[in-house]
């Protein structure tokens, strides 16, 4: 595998430079050992001015230094060329162009909009958990005529998925399928985006719905617990759906007056009988390991999973900033009397729910040989 | 049955007058037809004063003019003689012995707490779903000795509790019984009482985890949906926690930012093959006549189950206030892809969750000639 | 002065009606003894479906019956021919052109935008202070060649000077000119309308800004609190803007994290000296009786100004709804150590800040005989 | 003037150091250059526990583990002996008896209690205003028979006065006196330590009353802002209170719902006249250099003063983190109607307004020989 060497700088570009994603790639790019922001790109609005006036800064750190004066570009490809990875917290609407323009002229593309989620030749990496899926980039590149040498589209997940695929990846691994999944979310305004969630419908309230949430999450959790296959023994590969056992999620998404942080109860049901106890669980929980912490990715927490022992734990605003959000933290696990377990699991929307899995998805990447830096 | 005549008034007290449920008592009975608050009582350090002075009044209306000079009382029996009807927002900690004490002292109490609750010669009564459970009444009596002639104790459910219970019966009255259920509440701060919950540890927050309410929601169920019944058919009436066919449920209890409404996601599966449609459960939904409206109990919302057909609704701040929170309001129903139907509802955790629900029980039991008017 | 006759309707249009401060006037007006809605105007996007289909309504109280199928029109005059009074919760941007055609149309505006406030000819009426400045629209009305017979416009004024400048009007009428005034709001986020304030911007948090809103302030309170003079003496009035005694008004707005109800700290200095004490202002302010409660104007409220005796009101979440927010709270009377006397003025931006305003100001000039019904 | 040498580690104790402040104190010395945290005080009820299991710790960062096994002590000198520093963040009610004992026992306390700011002999000390109020320490050993070798107490300011004596000192240094001062401060629920404030009180809500405040800030800031003078001209030293010129402060305190960071308006007027303008005034805000930064106080924020050009800050959610809560900022600076100059500043309330300022001043200290290290 290949390994980056010390003191080496590699050049990234952003697209959405401007939004919520944007601006958190940003803030996670100033400490990175080896990415530097090279380019910006955002809408017609942005473009030629400095980011520092372009952006309506919203982190509670300051805007790094480094890009305070970068002039931000429109997101045309000839002004990310030097780019070697090309982060994108585009907005759905004009993510699918965008993107598969970059795509086209050989760029590398790391997004977080929903538009290739569902393409059968694109990845749906949460990173620590199928990093393997990378595996079809060779094969997303020969569809195009001629085929790439460089470009393609990494997607990751969305928020809400993403914190519960991370434990039931770990609890497939130690005691195998699982078979059914009820989970309510209590989803932090941010997933919205800026400007997002008018206060007024939020403040002391609680929305029960969130446009194509549900749909996301029943979905997605299966491409992305599912192996990438040979269906046909022809080379030819496929991501199997969670085929080997038929895996039924029904999701509730709701929307609460929280600043950041996802909160989502979740019931599984083992196909193994007996199920797992509670305790077991716990134990599988924090003993975790994703691929990406042994590979020594960067930017992967020390822990994939934390698993809190105090009663009234995880919650949204004293867990989402440990480990800067690149972890989820589980808690309350017990048993369900419907099903076999329950617990709560947080997670950070806009770092392992949007950036931070983006990020690690190109350091994997690059790690296996797909970049060219 | 009995009917109070126009113009009677019935005289009622309060215990536990000046925390958030008592305060909740007062605000609804000051524009009842026939029920006029006549004593009030309070721990030692509020006993003696003027309600006025006694109450940290946090209401969004003013004290009723009617009780703003009355003195306030110790919960000792002898204050409360004149009263056919005394309303109980004690503290789990002191209602055990006062109510009980009240009782025997041929008092009829009817109350928020849970110390009675488990007691198999006390009904647990939503008013909305199983008021004949009231029909328990005489046999509770005769358990003194000598027998009580007009003591007795009557409980309402746990305010998460009461939410579900009136969805859940609307269905089991259509469609036969509720096999299974899994429920994640997000409540509100007001269900804490007063001083209840810090604003740091809820504000910007989620706390995943009420003690003892998830054990609360998933014992109540059964006692309020199952039949009183005569077990050994020697006339012994007993509560039979849903018995003729097993119902599991699995709670996952969490307090969200919001100051009054209790938020409910509700999966359900039926006994019966197959199952209801969501259009069918819809209609049954909308179409359920609880025995207290039609029997014109004055406190009774006009509609048990207001069915939204908007995508977002109900949401505690738009949907609380409505019918004066008597009612519950149920949207989303839709299917689930685990069990067979799932639902949001949303119900008044100091309304119909508490102070109503006590208002309404004590109608009913007047309208059964249960309390000597 | 005229009497509206027992049972006698006025029909009255509603500009802007699905709009933060228009779904307020149709609230409100719902149990009005004499206005009844009669025609709806919004724009394009919601002209030609009924009124629940248009307004994405956000008020804790369902829409009134009588309203929801009435078909929105386009804010044109000819839609409101047979309104005697139209009521306009225009946005900016809008309500000049608007209101001047309907005006020129010979219909009868109460107006809360801010387009025709500094008009010379246009009295800027908070009914509770100033409704003597309604005695200009005879002098409007000639402005138009030729003259208008019943056309005019009246404006209320912005919600933040509303609050503070009714009890400086019962300062100024008990102690004589007040010489200079130190403001500080804390504003709801309910006056920046739907979808006004994106949750990312308020939540924990303050904005200490608010476009305009300081000069509005400053502006106002003079033109307000002055007088309609005839300076030439020759019949031509004008606005006087405080000229008798120069009033310096200093403002710094901030938004906070509150729905509804403006808070605002207010410190004054009077003319007079020795300046009253704080028991006498309180007794002054408790005392105000403005002109529109002894004429009966009916949406007046009982108290133009509570005054708090408890140390910590008014807070806006217990104050806002009293008297349906048609008076002010004032509380915590006291010496100002720099200025003479300071305290603290809560009123409901939506009602005596806007939409009740509109409808006191219409009862006036109906009583006035300005109005023809 | 004493240097610490590199690597040099000095033990210092933390009392209260299961509350707000004093876990405040614990994140902020875990990556202090020279202090280590040596020994925990806590009442009766933590006393014998790890820290880790006494303290419901609330902070966004994990238990520094360095503290996390540490045993809780009792609020008694003999278990801090070795300590060359004391910090206190006890509550007023036992801070008075706990820290004279401390200091009889020659002990170095630096307390956030109020219980000895209004001592005359007992410097009230704002790090970035006043650390030569210091000088009186020598005087305050004297007081004690026999007279004290090392110990003494040093209190810092109460977190509102905090926040505007900062700027106050700027414009003092830069223009001369400030004659009179308007302030209203909009203070964050974390001022009022843990539990503090319900939930109920302060959800979408402001109370414009905080027991106590107001007459701190318009006491202490005479204190901080005057001189350490020798009235008799016999060496014995007295805070002046700004004797030389008299100031005026009029405070209006309120709180409102934001976790961390106290907002205030600020008015003043100068005695020089003609005032200087706002664009003078904020490039003396900008340009104040407190000796805590020249002395290389390692806690010293690099700019003691920040001010914004963006119109619409400071915000406490997007300003309290900055340079980690240890410098204020100010913005909105222009003319005031009334008084000469008006702004807003912004500080972090339990950094700069209590542990903060505690260690600075430690730091001052050691740097003027004050402690035995």
Chains 1, 2, 3, 4 share one sequence.
Not at 127 to 146: G, T
Not at 184 to 206: E, K
Request: charged share 20%; net charge neutral; aromatic share 6%.
């Amino acid at each position: 595998m290949y390994t980056v060497p010390e003191g080496k700088i590699i050049k990234v570009g952003v697209l959405g430079a401007t939004g919520t994603v944007g601006q958190r790639f940003i803030a996670l790019l100033e400490s990175h050992p080896y990415f530097a922001v090279h380019a910006l790109g955002a809408s017609a609005r942005s473009a030629g001015k400095t980011y520092a006036l372009a952006a309506n800064w919203k982190q509670t750190t300051p805007i790094p230094s480094a890009v305070r004066d970068i002039e931000v570009k429109p997101c045309a490809p000839e002004h990310f060329k030097e780019c070697a990875v090309v982060f994108s917290g585009l907005d759905a609407d004009v993510a699918g162009d965008i993107e598969g323009a970059f795509r086209t002229a050989e760029l590398a593309v790391f997004s977080n909009a929903k538009s290739y989620r569902r393409d059968p030749n694109v990845p749906l990496v949460v990173p620590l958990v199928n990093p393997f899926h990378l595996n079809i980039i060779p094969q997303q590149r020969l569809l195009h005529s001629p085929p790439l040498k460089k470009g393609f589209i990494v997607t990751n997940a969305n928020c809400s998925t993403t914190g519960v695929v991370i434990p039931l990846a770990a609890l497939e691994r130690a005691f195998g399928p699982v078979e059914s999944c009820i989970i309510t979310t209590l989803q932090a305004i941010s997933g919205a985006g800026y400007p997002g969630v008018p206060a007024l419908d939020i403040f002391d309230n609680v929305v029960p719905y969130i446009s194509g949430e549900e749909e996301k999450m029943e979905w997605e959790t299966l491409k992305i617990l599912g192996e990438l296959a040979d269906p046909a023994g022809d080379g030819t590969l496929a991501f199997d759906m969670h085929a080997h056992t038929p895996l039924r999620v029904s999701a509730s998404c709701t929307r609460v007056p929280v600043v950041e942080g996802h909160t989502e109860t979740v019931s599984v049901r083992f196909a193994r009988r007996p199920a797992p106890s509670p305790q077991q669980v716990r134990e599988a929980l924090a003993a975790y390991t994703p691929v990406v912490q042994s590979v020594a990715c960067p930017s992967a927490p020390r822990h994939a999973i934390w698993v809190h022992e105090e009663p009234d734990r995880p919650q949204p605003r004293l867990d989402r900033a440990f480990q800067q959000g690149a972890g989820v933290s589980v808690g309350r696990v017990r048993q369900c009397q419907v099903l076999d377990i329950k617990f709560v699991v947080l997670s950070n929307n806009v770092n392992i729910g949007a950036a931070t899995s983006s990020i690690i998805n190109a350091e994997m990447a690059i790690l296996k040989g797909l970049v060219a830096v």
